[in-house]
């Protein structure tokens, strides 16, 4: 059975750093794509950084460029995304996420650079606000 489960969130003033972990269970974290999304109230899921299936290369939502770096340790199954500089825009609650093959078929699907997506973490709530 698939799992994603995110940890790290929480309220930072501005221009601080926090860091997320997702850590997986029932698949290999470099045979598919995975990633971390955000959602603000209000707002659509959006990509904010990923990995391609078997590709070392990370990719990034031009707004956390030079700001947030993901990584992933495949033998601790687990993604994690540093988060610095923080601002208040960056307020969310940030998903991990993994290819839609891996289910379920009735979950929310957002196709973004890295695969389409369609596993998704319960979500861990980012404030950040002075």
């Known amino acids: 059975q698939v799992q994603l489960v995110e940890s790290g969130g929480g309220l930072v003033q501005p221009g601080g750093s926090l860091r997320l972990s997702c850590v997986t269970s029932g698949f290999s974290l470099d045979r598919y794509g995975v990633g971390w999304f955000r959602q603000a109230p209000g707002k659509e899921r959006e990509g904010v950084a990923c990995?391609?299936?078997?590709?070392?290369?990370?990719y990034y939502d031009d707004s956390v460029k030079g700001r947030f770096t993901i990584s992933r340790d495949n033998a601790k199954n687990t993604v994690y995304l540093q988060m610095n500089n923080l601002k208040p825009e960056d307020t969310a609650i940030y998903y991990c996420?993994?290819?839609?093959?891996?289910?379920?078929?009735?979950?929310?699907?957002?196709?973004?650079?890295?695969?389409?997506?369609?596993?998704w973490g319960q979500g861990t709530q980012v404030t950040v606000s002075s």
């Open positions: 990995f391609k299936e078997g590709d070392r290369n990370s």
């Open positions: 996420a993994a290819d839609r093959r891996l289910g379920p078929n009735t979950g929310v699907r957002v196709p973004w650079i890295c695969a389409d997506f369609g596993a």
